[in-house]
């Protein structure tokens, strides 16, 4: 089958859409893989107990001054401000944002330093189930972790610039190597407080893997206050908005966090290695495509070639609904194998493992709509409005908070609702399900608020998309039988291999998946399925064997 690429500058931006994305999921799998060996040693470790609790409630805080201070100076707000220095006095791109790091680290630290004194006041308001000095001590540690981060992503903002994203694509893995560090060296010597210097030590890799390149860089022009003053202005009006949708992606978590903590010891636990969990494929498929979009989706709405702007959005969505409805159907079917062999060791026993292996599940059907929605948001970035996005995410909190909230009042007071929760998701026997509602809550949140911003995303970029119901049903279609055939091994080699240890678990689960996966790739070929077709072809020219040398586009990006 001949591949329908598009022909001209726009094919060859597709392609290297494609190939930017694959680079940058390869990556994004290598620092989840990281992350899920962090999530493994600390539930081997604790256990979904109360070390756990503290230890996730004390990030809600840092998490929020990241969200609503530190990515005041985003590099989604950076980059349109930079590439109109760039174009302007491109000696002066370096020396504004040296003024920007330099404006950055005064204004967090001010901020941080009212949060370390006021830490007592505030963090039991976060988790006024488990308020302990434990974890004030923990929240004060970590509020250096969204001042590092911070700095590190005003300065990926030159990283994608120059199209470096391997460099930019590395940091998470060293972020995630130092948080292992602290739980595997630090945390036998010195506690909980050791977990907390982990995570700093990861922040100061983070941002120090990029620091190099950008001290290299050669700074010809000056620039005046005056002139950073106004630049700054520019990149605040962009980012304020997008720091209101942050932040209140952040209060969701605060909220439900703080529901959970008036719930049995290890309800946090369980919630947020359920939320991690359903992160790995939202962050290789949908933080991947959306990334690799952005620099040409900015280019090209700037230099007002609509056509192709409209061609690039509806690519990118088409792949991000490929590979998500498939990720979202294999995660529902295989949810407990993929809870035992991540996380399934050491003090997280079997209740634990089944609990969130039911959080998962639920959190998994929002992943369509989050994955779209990471796209979404770059589109309206790139095209400069912020407001809208905005107003997205205010609508996803509200749903979410206020439906977890509603289905707690029904599980409780209705039999019926409680019972056909935990039997359709098999955990009718295990304590502590009430903690399911708040996935439910969530997920329901991010599918409202995409369906909602879907209506006015087709309209405000006048996108067709006719084939689209064509796309879903292939993709359904597949996944289904896919997923089928994955329930069949399943079921297969659970009578061949000792399905009680990791080795037997994880050559049922991978088995299954593979051959599910197989079988959906096979089923969508079959069906001249055109988005797995580029995304197999865009595989093969990455990886081809004839690309024995490094091509000019590989340098310029790595």
């Given at each position: 089958?001949?591949?329908?690429?598009?022909?001209?500058?726009?094919?060859?931006?597709?392609?290297?859409?494609?190939?930017?994305?694959?680079?940058?999921?390869?990556?994004?799998?290598?620092?989840?893989?990281?992350?899920?060996?962090?999530?493994?040693?600390?539930?081997?470790?604790?256990?979904?107990?109360?070390?756990?609790?503290?230890?996730?409630?004390?990030?809600?805080?840092?998490?929020?001054?990241?969200?609503?201070?530190?990515?005041?100076?985003?590099?989604?707000?950076?980059?349109?401000?930079?590439?109109?220095?760039?174009?302007?006095?491109?000696?002066?791109?370096?020396?504004?944002?040296?003024?920007?790091?330099?404006?950055?680290?005064?204004?967090?630290?001010?901020?941080?330093?009212?949060?370390?004194?006021?830490?007592?006041?505030?963090?039991?308001?976060?988790?006024?189930?488990?308020?302990?000095?434990?974890?004030?001590?923990?929240?004060?540690?970590?509020?250096l972790q969204p001042i590092l981060l911070g700095a590190s992503?005003?300065?990926?903002?030159?990283?994608?610039?120059?199209?470096?994203?391997?460099?930019?694509?590395?940091?998470?893995?060293?972020?995630?190597?130092?948080?292992?560090?602290?739980?595997?060296?630090?945390?036998?010597?010195?506690?909980?407080?050791?977990?907390?210097?982990?995570?700093?030590?990861?922040?100061?890799?983070?941002?120090?893997?990029?620091?190099?390149?950008?001290?290299?860089?050669?700074?010809?022009?000056?620039?005046?206050?005056?002139?950073?003053?106004?630049?700054?202005?520019?990149?605040?009006?962009?980012?304020?908005?997008?720091?209101?949708?942050?932040?209140?992606?952040?209060?969701?978590?605060?909220?439900?966090?703080?529901?959970?903590?008036?719930?049995?010891?290890?309800?946090?636990?369980?919630?947020?290695?359920?939320?991690?969990?359903?992160?790995?494929?939202?962050?290789?498929?949908?933080?991947?495509?959306?990334?690799?979009?952005?620099?040409?989706?900015?280019?090209?709405?700037?230099?007002?070639?609509?056509?192709?702007?409209?061609?690039?959005?509806?690519?990118?969505?088409?792949?991000?609904?490929?590979?998500?409805?498939?990720?979202?159907?294999?995660?529902?079917?295989?949810?407990?194998?993929?809870?035992?062999?991540?996380?399934?060791?050491?003090?997280?026993?079997?209740?634990?493992?089944?609990?969130?292996?039911?959080?998962?599940?639920?959190?998994?059907?929002?992943?369509?709509?989050?994955?779209?929605?990471?796209?979404?948001?770059?589109?309206?970035?790139?095209?400069?409005?912020?407001?809208?996005?905005?107003?997205?995410?205010?609508?996803?909190?509200?749903?979410?908070?206020?439906?977890?909230?509603?289905?707690?009042?029904?599980?409780?007071?209705?039999?019926?609702f409680r019972m056909f929760i935990e039997s359709i998701?098999?955990?009718?026997?295990?304590?502590?399900?009430?903690?399911?509602?708040?996935?439910?809550?969530?997920?329901?949140?991010?599918?409202?608020?995409?369906?909602?911003?879907?209506?006015?995303?087709?309209?405000?970029?006048?996108?067709?998309?006719?084939?689209?119901?064509?796309?879903?049903?292939?993709?359904?279609?597949?996944?289904?039988?896919?997923?089928?055939?994955?329930?069949?091994?399943?079921?297969?080699?659970?009578?061949?291999?000792?399905?009680?240890?990791?080795?037997?678990?994880?050559?049922?689960?991978?088995?299954?998946?593979?051959?599910?996966?197989?079988?959906?790739?096979?089923?969508?070929?079959?069906?001249?399925?055109?988005?797995?077709?580029?995304?197999?072809?865009?595989?093969?020219?990455?990886?081809?064997?004839?690309?024995?040398?490094?091509?000019?586009?590989?340098?310029?990006?790595?």
């Open positions: 089958m001949k591949v329908p690429f598009f022909s001209g500058i726009i094919g060859r931006e597709v392609r290297g859409m494609h190939q930017a994305a694959y680079l940058l999921a390869f990556f994004a799998l290598g620092s989840q893989f990281l992350a899920l060996i962090r999530d493994r040693l600390l539930a081997a470790s604790f256990g979904a107990g109360h070390t756990l609790d503290v230890y996730y409630a004390a990030f809600r805080i840092p998490d929020f001054l990241f969200a609503t201070v530190a990515s005041l100076l985003s590099l989604y707000a950076m980059l349109p401000v930079l590439s109109k220095i760039e174009n302007a006095h491109p000696g002066q791109t370096i020396s504004f944002l040296r003024g920007a790091l330099l404006f950055f680290f005064v204004a967090m630290g001010i901020v941080a330093g009212v949060i370390f004194v006021l830490a007592p006041v505030i963090v039991p308001l976060v988790a006024p189930g488990i308020s302990s000095d434990e974890l004030v001590t923990l929240v004060r540690i970590l509020l992503n005003i300065v990926a903002a030159l990283t994608q610039l120059r199209h470096r994203f391997v460099l930019y694509s590395i940091s998470p893995l060293l972020y995630n190597l130092g948080i292992i560090f602290g739980i595997v060296v630090l945390y036998p010597h010195i506690g909980v407080t050791g977990l907390g210097w982990g995570v700093v030590i990861g922040a100061l890799l983070h941002f120090g893997i990029q620091a190099p390149f950008f001290a290299a860089e050669k700074s010809d022009i000056g620039i005046s206050f005056k002139q950073l003053r106004t630049s700054l202005w520019e990149v605040l009006k962009l980012s304020v908005p997008r720091t209101l949708a942050l932040g209140a992606g952040q209060i969701s978590l605060l909220a439900l966090v703080a529901i959970a903590s008036f719930f049995e010891p290890g309800s946090i636990a369980v919630f947020m290695f359920a939320y991690n969990l359903q992160a790995v494929p939202l962050t290789i498929i949908g933080v991947s495509y959306s990334v690799a979009a952005f620099p040409t989706l900015a280019r090209l709405h700037a230099s007002g070639q609509k056509e192709d702007f409209a061609k690039h959005i509806e690519t990118a969505l088409r792949h991000i609904v490929l590979w998500s409805i498939l990720a979202t159907v294999f995660v529902i079917v295989m949810r407990a194998q993929l809870v035992r062999v991540i996380l399934g060791s050491g003090a997280f026993d079997w209740t634990a493992t089944r609990l969130t292996a039911a959080a998962l599940a639920l959190f998994i059907l929002s992943l369509v709509a989050q994955s779209a929605m990471l796209l979404i948001a770059r589109v309206y970035y790139a095209a400069g409005n912020t407001v809208k996005p905005l107003l997205f995410g205010l609508t996803d909190v509200v749903i979410s908070v206020v439906s977890a909230v509603v289905f707690l009042q029904i599980f409780q007071h209705s039999e019926f998701l098999r955990v009718g026997d295990v304590p502590g399900s009430i903690v399911l509602m708040l996935a439910l809550g969530y997920a329901l949140g991010s599918i409202v608020e995409f369906l909602i911003s879907f209506r006015f995303f087709m309209k405000d970029f006048s996108l067709p998309l006719k084939g689209l119901g064509r796309l879903v049903f292939e993709i359904f279609s597949a996944s289904v039988i896919g997923s089928g055939v994955s329930y069949l091994l399943l079921a297969f080699f659970a009578k061949l291999v000792d399905i009680n240890t990791t080795t037997g678990i994880l050559t049922q689960g991978g088995v299954a998946g593979l051959g599910g996966l197989a079988m959906a790739g096979y089923i969508l070929t079959i069906l001249g399925n055109t988005e797995f077709a580029e995304a197999m072809s865009a595989v093969k020219r990455r990886f081809s064997p004839a690309r024995t040398m490094l091509e000019p586009s590989d340098i310029a990006s790595s």
